[in-house]
Structures are given as structure tokens and as C-alpha cells.
């Protein structure tokens, strides 16, 4: 059986979705402490990559999801993510986290779709699980946890 890819979204999932910006322009994210550590549970069972539409916080994001956490990251901006999903994945062995507009049909269409609880209204109308937690606030330690639940129920922590 082929691994299970899961994919997210960076901002509004991996952190809060707030932009700080400076006079200089976009200075901080907000990412919380715990989702890596649902990461890690899952790295050896499923392949973990993440996507970004954020050009100009690309530097931060970087940062964060490929030289502190070691994980891949693709720029795909929201409209081409139907095109870029298609591509790159079957949907029957994805599992998406999502939390936009642009993410909700992604997230109907794929094995399971996850969204945070401060996800846009469609996102969790779509998604199989939306997490008790925020994003930025252990929403994708939720979502992990949910993971090991449905699909490698042996597992369990």
C-alpha cells in the first residue's frame, strides 16, 4: 500500500494566520509549540509536507517549516491549488489541513480533510474533522492525534 501523504497549509494552521507587520513590512508569525511534536508522530507513517501562498512571509515561513522543522514546502498560491493537488497527489491517499475558502474543496475531495476550529466557515463544513484546538494552538497536534485514531489505530499514544 502506497504511504499516505498529508499536506497543510502553513498559515491558519501552523500558526495563527495574523500577519505582524513592521514599517518594514511583514516582520513575525505566530506558530505555537505543540504541533510538532503531532508531527513527529507521525513522520515515520505518513510522508508530511506543507504548502504556502505567501510570497512576501516566505522568509519566516522557511524558516519555521523547512530549517527548524527539516519538512518539505511548496509556494502554491490558492487558486492554483486544485491544478497543483491534481498534479501531485491522488486523493484517495490524501490527508489535507486546510483553513480557507480556496481550501474547502480540497479538503471535501481528498481521503480525509482536516481544518481547525478558527478555520473559515466552508474549510469546516468540508473538512471529516475540524480539531478542538486553534490553529497556532495545538490544532495540528489535534490533527495528528485524529491521524493515529483513523488510521493507524495500533499506534495510539
Known amino acids: 500500500m502506497e504511504k499516505l501523504k498529508f499536506v497543510l497549509d502553513v498559515d491558519g494552521v501552523m500558526n495563527t494566520g495574523q500577519f505582524l507587520y513592521s514599517a518594514e513590512g511583514k516582520a513575525f508569525k505566530i506558530f505555537g509549540p505543540h504541533d510538532r511534536d503531532g508531527l513527529k508522530l507521525l513522520r515515520d507513517k505518513v510522508e508530511i509536507r506543507f504548502i504556502t501562498a505567501d510570497k512576501k512571509g516566505l522568509p519566516i515561513t522557511k524558516k519555521r517549516i523547512v530549517d527548524d ?26 490527508i489535507y489541513m486546510g483553513d480557507g475558502f480556496h481550501d474547502a474543496k480540497i479538503l471535501k475531495a481528498c481521503k480525509f480533510g482536516i481544518a481547525p476550529a ?30 493515529l485514531e483513523v488510521f493507524f489505530a495500533k499506534a495510539r499514544v
Open 69 to 94: 522543522m527539516g519538512c518539505k514546502l511548496d509556494v502554491v498560491p490558492e487558486e492554483e491549488r486544485d491544478e497543483y493537488f491534481s498534479k501531485n497527489y491522488r486523493m484517495e491517499n490524501l
Open 118 to 147: 478558527s478555520a473559515r466557515k466552508e474549510a469546516k463544513q468540508a473538512a471529516d474533522f475540524v480539531t478542538e484546538s486553534k490553529a497556532g494552538g495545538g490544532a495540528v497536534l489535534d490533527a495528528c492525534l485524529k491521524i
